[in-house]
């Protein structure tokens, strides 16, 4: 099922601005990722474990539990850069502090949440990341 997306600029005449695919495959998922722009970072939410690490029973987590976990993350996967993100010499004269593919800390509600396809994402300032980390299983928020 395709459904178009309508620009309601003249409510007489509304015109189509894009389309979006209910039924696509992960990979034309991926495509339709917002490019961040300027000094932004399109990062994505690693999903939370949903059995507490330190249960012997196999307990599991309650949705709310996930969801806040997901929001007071401080672990986030860097999925793309903008244009200009790191290009100020001044300001970052080490060159960038991340990079696509690297897990990075940031502070809790970091950034704009955004949500696609059921994943959420967020839309970071370049200068937000406090550190990478080669590894982030472990890492929790106190």
Request: net charge negative.
């Amino acid at each position: 099922m395709t459904s178009s997306i309508l620009l309601a600029t003249n409510a007489d005449n509304p015109h189509v601005v894009g389309t979006y695919n209910f039924a696509a495959t992960a990979e034309e998922k991926g495509k339709q990722l917002p490019r961040p722009s300027g000094y932004r970072i399109l990062c994505a939410i690693p999903e939370a474990e949903k059995e507490f690490e330190d249960s012997e029973i196999g307990l599991i987590k309650a949705d709310e539990t996930l969801r806040n976990e997901e929001t007071l993350t401080t672990v986030l996967f860097v999925v793309d850069l903008g244009p200009d993100c790191y290009q100020d010499p001044v300001k970052f004269p080490n060159g960038p502090w991340c990079k696509k593919g690297d897990f990075i800390l940031v502070r809790p509600y970091a950034g704009s949440r955004l949500v696609i396809h059921g994943r959420e994402f967020r839309i970071i300032n370049d200068d937000s990341v406090e550190a990478v980390v080669d590894d982030p299983r472990g890492i929790t928020r106190k």
